[in-house]
């Protein structure tokens, strides 16, 4: 595949000339698309618009990308209805996530003919699936009521044509899944037994809510609700499981009970899977060793065909009517395209300049004290070692760091730092026993496998021990501070974005969802269980740090509450000796989709990183 060439901004622009970095920053992104299900010539797709990531029309026969939304902090929760006639797009107050939904016709511009269809009050997204026959069922959620999941009909009148249905609620957990093609059934993933990290599915009927069928099983074991086979008619529900160690195939018929597992002979989890448009093959997406790629699975005959490169990473990818699939797929040297399978070539380009491309990653493999860690390496070119070192710890923390493109990490490379990532204890694509280590002792386990991983990259002397950076964000980013507290003398300094930081707070004051995210890991609530959260909190630790430290966070952040993070930063600022703190707030919630906006936050941290590492 060739390297795009840098994009150049024009003489006599304010930013000209733009370091590589920044372009990266700047090139245009565009999501795979999602088909309208009786229209697939019509899909809806974020990508970038004037910078900011928006909700778009696309009809793959006119080529016509037609931005629907235009908010300043940029719209990316988003689906079309299964004809086509209308993008459906979650409205919510400055990245608070907290919000309703509306929709537009399909390929109309931002502000015309918008409608607000649901006569529900603004909460939380639990789900939103779309009938053919115009049913709507939305899943919710919040503090006062945990979860509610309603189904109404929606027709071209701009508000629901009958009155909302309450399907199921429940004070733990839950989501709408999957609605059948003939809008009859719905999944709903729920955590009834208090763990919303190994979820069960109840099927309901759609028009009343009687249940029709479970599937639990039991502790410690997950379940995860696909989506029904795309036929009308047909009751079968695609399903995740993990009874044998790691997340497995299932097809369930609902009506008959008949469960019939999917064996995929190949190394690796499967991550994703969904049905190709005639219900006779899946599309699965398998996570090895820090690589995903896509294979089509035969019913009939257990025929498994892969379908995008062995090397790099697939983000996301749709099975097309006439059996091509398109995807997203990028390695940590080429930038993201939306590849098809069939012809091999780019079908979908966001607009402006390509990123510049950047340098591959090494593989990193050692026995840690949990097991054999996989890590991830980026040498910037013509460097003399030992290396400066970006520790970049992912978020999640259920997600994996993986062999694909980040603007981010390809920045510190261009100012000379190594960049290394470790998939820890409680990353997926390493079997579900690794994934939930991280519970016998929450950020400690974590941190025990990054330390070990700097620690023999220090030792081979490819590593700098006094130059080394910790930087991560939201779980990473808790985990930056925490170990800033626990393993002082590890790191020479601290980038940590959007963190938990006071975990007692941050439950006080964040999602639901989350809230039942942290009870599930830490076995209840901080009044039911206050030590395990005193253990595992930053600021528990905040007396010694000793490193320079610089906390992003956002205004109007769910996840990692603002008030948390000022606690914390009060407590260091607050000792007789504290070291350097900088706090960088920024208008927005869990990060930022503004291109401007996430340069900025970059800057500060090179910034940050030169005043006191030089």
């Not at 689906?79 to 919000?99: A, K, L, N, S």
């Not at 690796?268 to 790629?293: M, N």
């Not at 025929?303 to 097309?320: D, F, H």
Request: charged share 25%; proline share 8%; with cysteine.
């Amino acid at each position: 595949m060739q390297l795009p060439e840098a994009p150049q901004v024009p003489r006599g622009h304010p930013e000209w000339p733009a370091p590589a970095w920044e372009a990266r920053f700047r090139a245009g992104y565009v999501s795979v698309p999602e088909w309208a299900l009786a229209a697939p010539e019509r899909a809806v797709v974020v990508a970038t618009h004037q910078g900011v990531r928006q909700v778009h029309s696309w009809d793959s026969t006119t080529r016509a990308l037609i931005p629907t939304t235009d908010r300043p902090h940029g719209t990316v929760t988003a689906t079309i209805d299964p004809r086509g006639e209308w993008i459906w797009w979650f409205d919510d107050d400055g990245g608070d996530e907290f919000g309703v939904w509306r929709r537009q016709p399909f390929a109309s511009g931002p502000r015309r003919r918008t409608e607000t269809p649901l006569p529900l009050t603004a909460a939380y997204s639990a789900g939103l699936l779309l009938g053919e026959d115009k049913t709507v069922v939305v899943g919710r959620s919040d503090d006062a009521y945990g979860t509610q999941i309603h189904q109404l009909v929606v027709g071209p009148a701009g508000a629901g044509d009958t009155a909302p249905v309450l399907l199921y609620a429940h004070a733990q957990d839950a989501s709408a899944a999957a609605l059948s093609r003939d809008a009859n059934l719905v999944a709903i993933e729920h955590s009834e037994r208090g763990d919303n990290r190994h979820p069960a599915i109840r099927v309901v009927r759609a028009d009343d809510g009687g249940r029709v069928t479970e599937l639990d099983d039991g502790p410690g074991q997950g379940l995860w609700a696909m989506d029904f086979a795309p036929v009308h008619g047909d009751p079968r529900l695609l399903v995740l499981h993990e009874r044998a160690g790691r997340p497995k195939p299932l097809v369930w018929d609902v009506a008959t009970g008949l469960q019939r597992p999917i064996e995929i002979g190949i190394d690796g989890e499967i991550a994703d899977a969904d049905w190709f448009p005639d219900g006779r093959a899946l599309l699965v997406a398998v996570d090895h060793d820090a690589r995903t790629r896509l294979y089509r699975y035969d019913l009939s005959d257990g025929t498994l065909t892969p379908v995008s490169p062995e090397s790099g990473t697939v983000a996301g990818g749709t099975a097309r009517p006439d059996g091509d699939v398109w995807f997203s797929w990028s390695s940590a040297a080429t930038p993201r395209t939306i590849l098809s399978a069939r012809t091999d070539r780019a079908v979908l380009t966001p607009i402006g300049a390509p990123a510049p491309p950047s340098v591959p990653v090494e593989d990193v493999c050692l026995d840690g004290p949990g097991g054999r860690i996989h890590a991830l390496l980026r040498r910037p070119a013509g460097g003399v070692e030992p290396l400066p070192v970006i520790v970049e710890v992912h978020g999640g923390p259920t997600w994996h760091d993986s062999d694909s493109f980040a603007p981010d990490a390809a920045a510190w490379v261009d100012h000379g730092f190594a960049v290394l990532q470790v998939n820890y204890r409680g990353s997926t694509g390493y079997g579900s026993a690794w994934r939930d280590a991280l519970e016998a002792k929450v950020g400690f386990t974590e941190l025990e496998d990054v330390a070990a991983v700097h620690e023999h990259l220090v030792t081979r002397g490819v590593l700098d021990p006094d130059r080394s950076v910790l930087a991560g964000a939201s779980w990473g980013g808790y985990l930056v501070l925490l170990g800033l507290g626990t393993q002082p003398d590890r790191w020479s300094l601290g980038l940590a974005g959007v963190p938990v930081a006071d975990y007692v707070a941050a439950y006080e004051d964040e999602m639901d969802g989350l809230k039942a995210f942290d009870r599930s890991l830490f076995g209840g609530s901080p009044a039911e269980v206050p030590d395990a959260y005193r253990v595992s909190s930053p600021i528990t630790y905040a007396s010694a740090v000793r490193s320079p430290t610089l906390v992003l966070a956002g205004e109007n952040d769910p996840r990692c509450p603002i008030r948390q993070i000022d606690n914390y930063v009060g407590a260091l600022r607050g000792r007789s000796e504290a070291p350097p703190v900088e706090v960088y707030r920024y208008d927005a919630g869990h990060g930022s989709y503004a291109d401007t906006e996430r340069i900025k936050q970059m800057r500060a941290q090179l910034e940050f990183v030169r005043t006191h590492l030089g």
